[in-house]
């Protein structure tokens, strides 16, 4: 039986409800984070938490919980639920209030919610076998026009990702302008010439903690990288294509509306970049640096 938190109080999951007139139930008006937790640790946690306030600041909500206190509540998590490699989904809306009107109240009186839910277990001696490999599709980005903000309002978001599993393939690149931004759940990476080219921040893709992670990396290994916009159609051009979540970490896409990109196969930069996550992840764990440190 898992063990939620919901304003204040740990509890079971299943019991944990919200009143219906929560403005996150009738408008959607809420934020939320994922943070992957390896043995027993948050990765990457303080910029999860940056992103949260920012997001909160962005959907005009004055609420804040410092960081330590959001620690206290992910620790107490990882500790009721013994879980060791495990996803920690947290969730801020700005509550119930007596009538439902669009006016923003000007009190906030935030429903705060956390789960963790497990994720596999990280393998050290890991093979590209491991690896799952996503085939995509590209559709046009309907969205609206602040993906910067992480909102809990994803029925597009939804709504694309199942046009790809209708079409057999894993999930879906979305465009804007001729222009590829991101998936439906991930940052977009393409490699060309030996060079990594992520778009650059704007309004029309989510700052992913795991991207500024892969771009340090790069930096760090004298990979070169590019943050400049990828047309369309330089997709199936591209030598590698990857998505990047907290979650999948790097997955490499071996397929983009039916061709085939490269060899078919996880490529050689991606080889590269995803032992140097897995190092870098295993030193932040085993106490060797800080998480500060490792960009
Ligand atoms: C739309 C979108 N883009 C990008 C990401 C990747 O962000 P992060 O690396 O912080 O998990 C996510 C993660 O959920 C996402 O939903």
């Not at 063990?3 to 919200?18: C, K, M």
């Not at 809420?30 to 992103?51: L, T």
């Not at 490999?133 to 609206?144: A, F, K, L, N």
């Not at 393409?190 to 790069?218: K, N, W, Y």
Request: proline letters at 5%; a negative charge; hydrophobic letters at 40%.
């Amino acid at each position: 039986m898992s063990v939620a938190y919901l304003n204040g109080e740990f509890q079971n999951l299943e019991q944990a409800t919200v009143p219906v007139l929560d403005r996150g139930f009738l408008f959607g008006d809420g934020v939320y984070e994922v943070i992957p937790v390896y043995a027993g640790k948050p990765f990457r946690f303080s910029s999860h938490i940056k992103r949260l306030h920012k997001s909160l600041s962005a959907i005009l909500m004055s609420f804040e919980l410092s960081e330590s206190e959001w620690l206290r509540i992910c620790e107490e998590l990882i500790a009721q639920n013994e879980l060791d490699n495990a996803s920690i989904y947290l969730q801020v809306t700005r509550g119930s209030y007596i009538d439902r009107h669009h006016d923003i109240p000007a009190l906030d009186t935030p429903t705060v919610f956390a789960m963790i839910s497990p994720l596999p277990p990280v393998k050290k001696d890991w093979q590209v076998a491991d690896i799952k490999s996503y085939s995509v599709i590209t559709e046009e980005d309907i969205r609206w026009q602040r993906c910067d903000i992480k909102a809990i309002t994803l029925l597009a978001n939804c709504m694309l990702k199942q046009k790809a599993l209708e079409s057999g393939a894993d999930d879906t690149i979305l465009v804007r302008n001729n222009e590829a931004s991101e998936a439906t759940s991930s940052n977009l990476f393409i490699v060309r010439d030996g060079v990594i080219i992520t778009p650059p921040l704007s309004e029309h893709l989510l700052a992913g903690v795991t991207r500024e992670f892969i771009l340090a990396l790069a930096s760090r290994h004298e990979i070169p990288f590019e943050e400049r916009a990828i047309p369309e159609h330089e997709l199936e051009l591209a030598d590698e294509v990857w998505l990047t979540s907290s979650t999948k970490e790097i997955r490499p896409v071996i397929r983009v509306n039916g061709v085939t990109i490269g060899e078919g196969v996880a490529g050689p930069v991606w080889c590269r970049m995803y032992q140097y996550y897995q190092e870098l992840k295993e030193q932040l764990y085993l106490g060797q640096i800080s998480d500060e440190a490792a960009l």
